[in-house]
């Protein structure tokens, strides 16, 4: 697992339009700052954030190799929290669609491509999403245990978790109170009738909580857009 998450980190950063901030991205995804990794690569940190900032041109794939193997070094360092999370990513029959983003994508912009309505926290908006999750949440509440609650969160927890079959939105929102680990942004397609409880805990936990109307497909669709 360690050479395919290695991989795959490598040529997320190798074919991205902004190698500076995929590596930045993975950087703060395994907790790491650019002080420590420049230690571990016996470099200044001033190199990584140049690298991160665009100031410095895109390295070379010896140099990416050898910093994807210091993120995983440095996470087996301490116990491989991050890469153990990342051996947990088999799709769940819960989950429709799931993407993960090369790029932080805005909140407002991700917002804007699935005509969405803000319902809670509008002073949040101001971060970037790496990714998004599409759920049924009528399965995910019969069928997802606190393993596989896990893979609904994909590379990355700065993410949507977009719900659809909502009816109130009480019980998505109970769900991720109760878990440690919080997304970027909670998403409900097409609700019956929105319950208060469920806005007052977005406002609780701080998490934007997003509106959308379009049809399934369409939303998807979007998504995939984006």
């Not at 997320?12 to 950087?27: L, M, V």
Request: glycine letters at 6%.
């Amino acid at each position: 697992m360690k050479r395919e998450l290695a991989e795959k980190i490598a040529g997320e950063i190798c074919i991205s339009e902004n190698p500076g901030q995929t590596i930045r991205k993975w950087r703060e995804e395994f907790k790491i700052s650019q002080l420590e990794l420049a230690r571990f690569l016996d470099i200044s940190p001033s190199i990584i954030s140049d690298y991160e900032s665009g100031r410095r041109r895109s390295p070379g794939v010896h140099t990416i190799k050898k910093m994807v193997n210091a993120l995983l070094s440095i996470d087996e360092n301490r116990g491989s929290q991050i890469i153990k999370r990342f051996t947990l990513m088999d799709k769940h029959e819960a989950i429709f669609s799931i993407r993960e983003f090369p790029i932080g994508v805005p909140c407002k912009k991700f917002i804007e491509h699935i005509n969405g309505e803000i319902l809670a926290c509008p002073e949040k908006l101001e971060r970037d999403l790496y990714g998004y999750t599409v759920i049924d949440s009528i399965r995910a509440i019969t069928s997802l245990s606190a393993f596989d609650y896990l893979k609904v969160y994909g590379w990355s927890s700065e993410r949507a978790l977009v719900f659809t079959a909502v009816t109130y939105g009480r019980s998505p929102m109970v769900a991720i109170r109760a878990h440690p680990m919080k997304p970027g942004m909670v998403v409900y397609h097409k609700p019956e009738k929105l319950d208060d409880l469920a806005i007052r805990l977005a406002e609780i936990e701080g998490i934007p909580l997003v509106q959308t109307d379009l049809e399934l497909d369409k939303l998807i669709a979007a998504l995939e857009k984006i």
